[in-house]
């Protein structure tokens, strides 16, 4: 069941388009674990990175999508977290290719840079994508030595 799970987290700047995407991913047989928050008081996007990452890190989601004004702090924060490979995206073959080529597991999206219809296509060509492998998993390798 793990690897229908996603995790969707945002600050405060994104929940109307975070709420739309975990609809979107349920209406294609995911299970969103959304975790907030849902007020629209400012919040600390390095918090939400963390507990979604954590979620991915640990096995219990299989994705994440990550949400903030222009995506690239919250990414910055997931990116901290061990085993996490999180890249913004601001157009759809981006969001194939960290997975084809980078395997990424987080997605991290800017509410104020992209609009709904591209965030979803974003996402969809996100979760569509399978890591290739071959040449490409020595580099994925190469990337989490740098973990220490």
């Known amino acids: 069941m793990t690897q229908k799970r996603i995790v969707l987290s945002s600050d405060h700047a994104a929940i109307p388009l975070r709420r739309a995407i975990a609809a979107h991913i349920a209406a294609r047989g995911w299970i969103a674990v ?28 299989r994705f994440g999508i990550i949400l903030c004004g222009t995506g690239q702090g919250i990414m910055m924060a997931a990116n901290k977290v061990k085993g996490i490979r999180c890249g913004v995206c601001l157009e759809p073959y981006s969001a194939r290719m960290i ?3 980078n395997d990424a597991n987080m997605l991290s999206l800017g509410a104020r840079v992209v609009g709904e219809a591209l965030a979803l296509a974003i996402v969809d ?22 973990e220490g």
């Open 99 to 101: 997975r084809e080529h």
């Open 34 to 61: 959304d975790i907030g928050p849902v007020t629209p008081e400012s919040t600390p996007y390095p918090h939400h990175a963390e507990a979604a990452a954590r979620h991915v890190a640990s096995g219990d989601c």
């Open 125 to 146: 060509a996100f979760l569509e994508a399978e890591f290739e492998g071959g040449r490409h998993a020595e580099r994925v390798a190469m990337i989490s030595a740098l």
